[in-house]
């Protein structure tokens, strides 16, 4: 996991180590309006997102010094912070490795997952919104991943007990069970797993030519010998 980074903007180099929730927060609100500057081809508002987004990775930079840099500095300085603050080893999270299938809802605004984030928290664990952006963000994932399954869980507890949830089939004449949909993060997070592990024959013309040397541990099963 990588902690720091240094990046160099009009000859003066800077370091930056890895933000906690509430700038990683804001950094995902400066990603949000960059992706939706580039739909509307906003050069402009492009430019703006893009050094909203180191500033807020490294706040020591200065608005003036991005104004002058070279437009490579620049680039190269988002990419160091973007790497910095990915979430580590962010393919254990289902939630984050599917995307979501719902629609975006009407009141939705640039932003708004900020607070959505900081509400669940607090709700769930009654913490104020300094101790939640003092999380680190791979923590607040887990923890808020754990909060929509259980509420998830308890939504099906409750349409078990409803009628709607046994409807009538005209052909066996009788009421069968219908379970609530599941989001499909909570349905395929298992199966993605399985894929990643699962053993593929592949052709012997795109196998390693010479003898091949694991490290020590990671040997795959069929080589292990008793």
């Known amino acids: 996991m990588i902690e720091s980074r240094k990046f160099a903007l009009d000859g ?11 700038q990683f927060l804001l950094l995902q609100e400066a990603r949000e309006s960059l992706f939706y ?3 509307r081809w906003d050069t402009g508002a492009m430019a703006d997102a893009i050094f909203a987004f180191i500033r807020c990775a490294c706040p020591e930079v200065e608005a003036a010094v991005l104004e002058i840099a070279s437009w490579s500095d620049v680039m190269a300085a988002f990419y160091a912070m973007d790497e910095l603050n990915d ?12 995307p979501s299938q719902g629609k975006t809802p009407a009141w939705s605004y640039i932003g708004r997952v900020r607070y959505l984030w900081l509400h669940m928290l607090a709700s769930a664990y009654g913490w104020t919104k300094a101790s939640i952006e ?17 509420e998830q869980i308890d939504r099906e507890f409750l349409h078990s007990l409803s009628e709607i949830a046994y409807p009538y089939d005209q ?3 009788k009421s069968r069970y219908e379970p609530l949909k599941r989001p499909a993060w909570m349905v395929m997070g298992g199966q993605m797993e399985k894929a990643r592990t699962r053993a593929t024959r592949i052709h012997k013309v ?21």
């Open 12 to 22: 003066r180099v800077y370091s930056a180590t890895r933000v906690r929730l509430g």
């Open 37 to 39: 500057a580039a739909v």
């Open 87 to 98: 979430i580590p080893d962010s393919d254990r999270f289902s939630m984050l490795s599917i």
């Open 134 to 150: 003092a999380l680190w963000p791979e923590d607040a994932v887990a923890l808020i991943q754990e909060i929509i399954a259980e």
């Open 171 to 173: 052909a066996t004449k």
């Open 206 to 226: 795109m196998l390693p030519k010479g003898k091949v040397v694991y490290p020590k541990g990671q040997e795959p099963d069929w080589l292990v010998q008793d």
